[in-house]
């Protein structure tokens, strides 16, 4: 299987990462989705940015925009197709079943208030990269509110500090050291992202305020320059299926559906799924695949429109029959052949009950 698999990655065909806020509550991972998705610009599709199901998709151009005044940021170094930004910072039971191990993430944004450090919910969310080994970057976030701060986020924030009078800088500086030694004390070299002497060994620091937008271009360089030199062969398209079920929605017209977040492979209209339920695995056939509508056009017909073939790495919708009983947070999974279903449904069953008994142990 290992062996189909390589044959299958496409070299050429990169997909896009899947990128998580992840950090303390009330640190500000809502409001940095916010931003990344500039869900508070009325312009609509800013720059191709498009609202996925459970996710945000940032095409390349839309990268490009919101990178524009980083500088030494080469976007045509970037091999990817954009980012994909999932939507669930704090879905409690999701990341109570993701946090098994699932690879749903290939990369990470952990998000630190400058003027609270770390907090428990911090650290849990450092063990968890770790032991998935994501690599991530840190937002060193509401730097706004150092000390006498002065804001411009149309400036790559390394300017944006140099230009700070003394007390703001000596604020900054103080608060930055006393969250690289609190890193260093997690087992994490940290350094920000302009002073780090190995980005492999040390993680990056990155300035940001979600509010006046400092440093937020900046965010997005680092994570896609961390994308580029961490990622490259796990981004190469595989039709290999990875696909986990976010969320389980009953919706006008369509019945109970699934959110799912399709990593790797594709789906098709009329394929055979098998997903865990409350009730043992459910094998069902996709009736229709669903993406959003632009936002322009969904006051005039539906909200979604339908796809026969979706490829990854993309949040999509499911209508099928029988999903009222299905769980989220696990994998899904397709079969291509009649005989493959029962052993996709041990698959499923074992992967349930695994799942249940990492739950209890904590
Ligand atoms: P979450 O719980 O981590 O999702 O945190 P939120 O995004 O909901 O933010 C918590 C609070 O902090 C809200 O009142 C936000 O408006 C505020 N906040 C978030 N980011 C910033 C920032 O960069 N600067 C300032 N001053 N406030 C922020």
Request: net charge neutral; hydrophobic share 40%; aromatic share 4%.
């Amino acid at each position: 299987r290992k062996e189909a698999n390589e044959k299958n990655l496409q070299e050429d065909n990169l997909r896009a990462p899947v990128v998580c806020v992840l950090g303390h509550v009330d640190h500000g991972k809502t409001k940095i989705l916010d931003k990344l998705r500039r869900t508070n610009v009325q312009e609509g599709e800013v720059g191709g940015i498009t609202q996925q199901i459970g996710a945000t998709n940032v095409p390349a151009h839309g990268v490009q925009r919101q990178t524009h005044m980083v500088k030494g940021f080469d976007m045509s170094n970037l091999n990817f197709p954009g980012l994909l930004i999932i939507d669930t910072p704090g879905h409690e039971s999701f990341s109570n079943l993701r946090s098994r191990g699932s690879s749903l993430c290939d990369i990470a944004i952990l998000v630190v208030d400058i003027t609270q450090g770390l907090e428990p919910q911090t650290v849990e969310s450092i063990d968890l990269l770790k032991k998935r080994k994501t690599p991530f970057v840190v937002a060193l976030n509401k730097v706004d509110r150092v000390f006498e701060w002065e804001s411009n986020p149309a400036k790559d924030i390394r300017e944006v500090i140099k230009l700070q009078k003394e007390p703001a800088k000596n604020d900054f500086d103080r608060r930055t050291k006393e969250i690289i030694q609190a890193l260093n004390e997690q087992g994490l070299n940290a350094a920000l992202f302009w002073e780090n002497p190995n980005p492999r060994s040390y993680v990056s620091l990155v300035p940001t305020s979600a509010i006046s937008g400092d440093g937020m271009g900046n965010l997005i360089a680092m994570v896609c320059d961390l994308c580029q030199q961490r990622l490259n062969k796990r981004l190469m398209f595989s039709e290999e299926l990875q696909c986990t079920v976010l969320e389980v929605k009953t919706i006008q017209g369509h019945g109970t559906t699934i959110d799912v977040i399709l990593v790797n492979g594709r789906l098709r209209e009329g394929d055979t799924i098998i997903l865990a339920g409350t009730e043992g695995p459910i094998v069902t056939q996709i009736r229709s695949l669903l993406l959003p509508k632009p936002l322009k056009e969904i006051r005039v017909k539906g909200q979604y429109d339908e796809f026969k073939e979706i490829p990854a790495a993309q949040g999509v919708k499911i209508a099928a029959r029988d999903l009222e009983k299905a769980i989220a947070g696990l994998n899904l999974q397709v079969a291509y052949h009649d005989d493959e279903v029962d052993l996709l449904k041990d698959d499923v069953d074992r992967e349930f009950k695994a799942a249940m008994r990492s739950i209890k142990v904590k």
